[in-house]
C-alpha cells in the first residue's frame, strides 16, 4: 500500500534561516512526489513536483525538493525562509499501483516562521 | 494556468437538510475529479473519485448514499451532502485531473460546510 510520512508536526524557524520540511513515502514501483501548501481556509497550492530525471527539482516561491531512491525522501527546502512562508505543507504521492490516478497525502506539516 | 473554481467558499445549514458543493474547471477539460474531506489540523482523505459520464468510486467507509457525486461534464462535478448532521461538518476541496496528464492535479480553494 502506498503511504506517506510528515514526521513532524510543526517546524519552527527563524526569517532568514534555511527550512527543511521531510517527507518519506512507500510505494511499489516509481513514484510521482509532489509538495503542496495550504494557507487557512484555502485550498491547496502546487509547490513542485519529481516526476523523472534530475534528483533536485525546484519549484514556486524558491523551494526545492530533493528526490532520494535510496532513502525514499523528497524533503523540500528553502535557502532563506520568509515570514510569508508560514502555512501547511503537504507531501502527496501516487505510483502505478494506483493507476498514477490517486494523490496519497501525508499528515503535514505545520510551517511558522519567526521574525 | 489552470483554475478550478469550488462553490460555495462557505456554506452553513441546518440539520437534516442538504448541501451541494460544485467544482468546475474553467480553462480545460477535467476527465476526473476527486473529492477531499479535511478535518481540523488533519490530512486530506480521498472520499471519491469521479469521472465524466460514469458513477463515482467511492473510498472505503465514504457512505455513497450520503454523499452523493455527480459528474455530468467534463467540466463540472457537484458534491451533495445529503441529510446534513452536525458530523459532516468539514473541509470539502475538490480536485481535477486534465485528460491524458498522470500529474497534473489542480485544487479548488475548499468549501466550509458547518451544519447547525
Known amino acids: 500500500a502506498q503511504s506517506v510520512a510528515q514526521p513532524e508536526d510543526q517546524v519552527n524557524v527563524a526569517e532568514g534561516n534555511p527550512l527543511t520540511v521531510k517527507c518519506t513515502y512507500s510505494?511499489?514501483?516509481?513514484?510521482?512526489l509532489f509538495w503542496y501548501v495550504q494557507y487557512p481556509n484555502r485550498g491547496l497550492q502546487f509547490l513542485l513536483k519529481?516526476?523523472?530525471?534530475?534528483?533536485l527539482v525546484k519549484g514556486s516561491y524558491g523551494f526545492e525538493a530533493e528526490f532520494n531512491k535510496s532513502q525514499t525522501s523528497f524533503h523540500l527546502k528553502k535557502p532563506s525562509a520568509l515570514v510569508s512562508d508560514s502555512a501547511l505543507y503537504f507531501c502527496?504521492?501516487?505510483?502505478?499501483?494506483?493507476?498514477?490516478?490517486?494523490?496519497?497525502f501525508g499528515a503535514g506539516t505545520r510551517l511558522a516562521v519567526h521574525p | 494556468g489552470a483554475v478550478v473554481s469550488q462553490h460555495p467558499s462557505r456554506v452553513i445549514c441546518k440539520s437534516g437538510t442538504s448541501v451541494k458543493i460544485e467544482c468546475r474547471s474553467l480553462?480545460?477539460?477535467?476527465?476526473?475529479m476527486f473529492w477531499y474531506r479535511q478535518f481540523p489540523k488533519q490530512s486530506l482523505m480521498l472520499m471519491a473519485t469521479?469521472?465524466?459520464?460514469?458513477?463515482?468510486?467511492?473510498e472505503q467507509g465514504v457512505e455513497k448514499d450520503k454523499f452523493l457525486i455527480n459528474h455530468a461534464s467534463l467540466t463540472l462535478s457537484t458534491l451533495t451532502v445529503t441529510s446534513a448532521h452536525p458530523e459532516d461538518s468539514s473541509f470539502y476541496i475538490c480536485?481535477?485531473?486534465?485528460?491524458?496528464?498522470?500529474?497534473?492535479?489542480?485544487f479548488g480553494s475548499g468549501t466550509r460546510l458547518t451544519v447547525v
Open positions: 480536485s481535477a485531473k486534465r485528460r491524458g496528464e498522470f500529474y497534473g492535479y489542480t
Open positions: 510505494v511499489s514501483g516509481n513514484p510521482y
Open positions: 519529481y516526476i523523472t530525471g534530475d534528483n
Open positions: 502527496a504521492v501516487s505510483s502505478r499501483s494506483g493507476g498514477y490516478n490517486k494523490l496519497i
Open positions: 480553462d480545460f477539460q477535467a476527465t476526473t
Open positions: 469521479s469521472n465524466e459520464g460514469s458513477k463515482a468510486t467511492y
